[in-house]
Each structure stands twice: as C-alpha cells, then as structure tokens.
Nanobody
Framework: VQLQASGGGLVQPGGSLRLSCAASGSIFKINIMRWYRQAPGKQRELVAGITNSDNRYYADSDSVKGRFTISRDNAKNTVYLQMNSLKPEDTAVYYC??????????????WGQGTLVTVSS
C-alpha cells in the first residue's frame, strides 16, 4: 500500500489550502484516516481523524478547531484536509496516516511521505 500526499505549499496568513492523500494497493477497506503534522523542532502531533463511518475528530487543543475540516472519499481511497484561516504556527510537514485492512485480511498502519505547508507573508 502506498499513500501519496499532495496540496502543500506556501500561503499567506489567512489563506487556505486543501491537502489530499490517496492510497493505492491491495486494499480491502480503510478503517481510519488521519492527518498529523510536525513543525520544526517539535514532535509529530495529531491534527484530525475520520473513521469509515464518517465520525470526525480533531486535536484536543483549540489550534485547529473551526479552521480545519477533514473529509474522505471512500471510492477514491482518499482523505482531505481543508485548512482555512491559516496561521504561521500551522507551518509544518503534514503527514497522512491510514489504518488499512488489506485484501489478505492483514492490517497495516500506513504513512504518506509528508507535504510541507508554509504559512508566511
């Protein structure tokens, strides 16, 4: 299974970006899709997650609530992260993560390669 993330880039404060992450391979189903981020000099942290029944959750802190929205397209094995009202502190490498059940019934914790988001004027 491979996860391909895209959509990062340079954006001014207050701007928006939409990240995408598509999974490919011998997938039976994708149970949970998540986005994490890692800012320079900091540990990787959970940003948001979505289950296969469309239950969504976000980081406990107020850092992203109300500004970020996670969604998924099961037909495309893709997860999205819509990020609005971006702030300089949102600058980080964003990673997608999926808990996948493979065609052979094995479970896999898969990670994408990361996409860089830079919020700066």
């Amino acid at each position: 299974v491979q996860l391909q993330a895209s959509g990062g880039g340079l954006v001014q404060p207050g701007g928006s970006l939409r990240l995408s992450c598509a999974a490919s391979g011998s997938i039976f189903k994708i149970n949970i899709m998540r986005w994490y981020r890692q800012a320079p000099g900091k540990q990787r942290e959970l940003v948001a997650g979505i289950t296969n029944s469309d239950n969504r959750y976000y980081a406990d802190s107020d850092s992203v609530k109300g500004r970020f929205t996670i969604s998924r397209d099961n037909a495309k094995n893709t997860v999205y992260l819509q990020m609005n009202s971006l702030k300089p502190e949102d600058t980080a490498v964003y990673y997608c993560n999926m808990l996948v059940t493979l065609s052979n019934a094995a479970d896999l914790d898969a990670w994408g390669q990361g996409t860089l988001v830079t919020v700066s004027s």
